[in-house]
């Protein structure tokens, strides 16, 4: 396979892998001169998958390779693992930046229930889930989870009608339901019919930043409640509804919680980013505030709920939010590695296998195009995490059957081989998978499904 192999248990590892240096580094922006290269740039910016890749050296070494191929020897890829260690060690720095403020576990970013039981069982600043569709938590509530909040509204109406049946039977500890319309209320109403007890529902208010007189709006398009008199007077029309009641409020600061200060190559664009959270994070500390006061006027709410992994330090201030959310935080997709508050540790992988070689510099791995949702720009694509210094093709990116990597490690790499990829966003890596590795050191502790592998796509 290699001129000096080595094993690990029988199976082959190639030789040591060192870090590129400096004219490793200059090699590979050599290439910018090609006119493709400078319609990318004006496209994107930046060849984001290289710079990613040259982000992630710090993290990733020889030596974690070898572990990963020692932890495992025998299972075939392509698979996808979660490193514990690294998956705690996360955990434990959120529950630091959340500063005794309970968190509730987000379950879109994990995506299996054996992990989100683990999670749960860690500490008990893991406080209930925040789901993302009805039918998903009636699923886990069937197997022994509560204190569920779904996330996102539903027009699911044979999944309304199963939750009232169960509300019946829970009336204090049935999933809460997000609304933030009079048509939701209508649809709700509707679809849940007659019964002993309330639907229970939250109020979800924009907490995006408006510039400029609101002329620029930024922060993900959600809820059309933005003010605490908007929000007092839904309030009062989700009171005025017997089959209805208002147990809490929640708003999410995307553009705080999930867009990094530090993107890669980009300082000007870092810095205004900065500043615009910074400036946005005070507005709402304020105006959250003002909401919360408002509504508890009229009700008495269970929970006030915000934040995410981007931004738990510092919503976690806020005397008016009594829980936070988080999810990714526990995988450490490449999406967070662009942070200046905290650093996490890689702990959700997939392995390809190297499958053909083009050429000595050049191994492609067999499928690897795990692309993630949002707005299709390079962030979007899995970055070759292991061996260290690879790249994707620019030209060619991760393919749906095939991804060619380059670099110093490629002429190395032969068939057979492996490569380890980590995903820009969490929870969706386990859409392609029908189980986690879970490893420790460098053995497997477990097997465990996802969502998937029990048979569950609910997006």
């Not at 998958?49 to 990963?68: D, F, I, P």
């Not at 505030?289 to 934040?307: D, K, P, Q, Y």
């Amino acid at each position: 396979m290699c001129d000096s192999p080595r094993t690990a248990g029988g199976r082959r590892l190639g030789p040591p892998l060192s870090l590129p240096g400096r004219q490793g580094d200059s090699a590979a922006r050599d290439d910018t001169n090609f006119p493709q290269f400078r319609l990318f740039h004006a496209v994107a910016g930046e060849d984001y998958a290289a710079v990613m890749t040259t982000a992630m050296r710090a993290s990733a070494t020889a030596g974690e390779y070898e572990r990963l191929e020692r932890a495992t020897e025998g299972i075939e890829a392509p698979f996808a693992l979660v490193d514990l260690d690294a998956m705690w060690a996360n955990a434990d720095d959120m529950l630091r930046r959340a500063a005794g403020k309970p968190i509730r576990v987000a379950s879109k970013s994990v995506r299996s229930r054996p992990v989100l039981e683990r999670i749960l069982a860690h500490d008990p600043g893991y406080r209930g889930l925040l789901t993302y569709t009805l039918p998903e938590s009636l699923w886990l509530a069937g197997h022994g989870f509560d204190d569920l909040v779904i996330g996102y509204p539903t027009a699911d109406r044979s999944a309304i009608a199963e939750l009232a049946g169960l509300t019946d039977e829970r009336p204090s500890t049935a999933p809460v339901l997000m609304v933030d319309s009079v048509d939701h209320l209508d649809l709700i109403e509707s679809a849940a019919g007659q019964g002993d007890s309330p639907v229970r529902v939250a109020i979800e208010l924009d907490v995006g930043w408006w510039a400029l007189g609101g002329r620029v709006k930024i922060g993900p398009k959600r809820s059309p409640i933005r003010t605490p008199q908007q929000a007092a007077s839904f309030a009062r029309g989700i009171l005025r509804r017997p089959r209805l009641k208002l147990v809490g409020l929640m708003a999410y600061e995307g553009h705080i919680a999930g867009l990094g200060d530090r993107p890669p190559g980009k300082r000007l664009q870092g810095r205004v980013i900065g500043w615009m959270q910074s400036r946005s994070a005070a507005e709402i500390r304020e105006r959250r505030a003002a909401v919360v006061a408002a509504v508890s006027e009229l009700a008495e709410l269970e929970f006030v709920n915000g934040g995410g992994t981007g931004s738990l330090h510092g919503t976690t201030g806020e005397d008016a939010v009594t829980e936070l959310a988080a999810g990714s935080g526990f995988f450490a997709p490449t999406l967070f590695d662009t942070y200046s508050a905290f650093k996490l540790r890689p702990a959700a992988i997939f392995a390809m296998p190297v499958v053909r070689k083009p050429s000595a510099s050049i191994a492609t791995v067999l499928g690897g195009g795990y692309l993630a949702s949002g707005v299709g720009e390079p962030s979007r694509v899995p970055s070759p995490y292991l061996p260290p210094d690879l790249r994707l093709d620019r030209f060619e990116g991760a393919g749906e059957v095939q991804t060619p990597v380059l670099g110093d490690a490629a002429r190395r790499l032969q068939v057979g081989d492996r490569v380890y990829f980590r995903h820009t966003k969490a929870g969706e890596l386990c859409e392609r998978f029908d189980s986690l590795h879970l490893i420790s050191g460098d053995r497997i502790v477990d097997e465990v499904p996802t969502y998937r592998g029990e048979g569950r796509t609910f997006l």
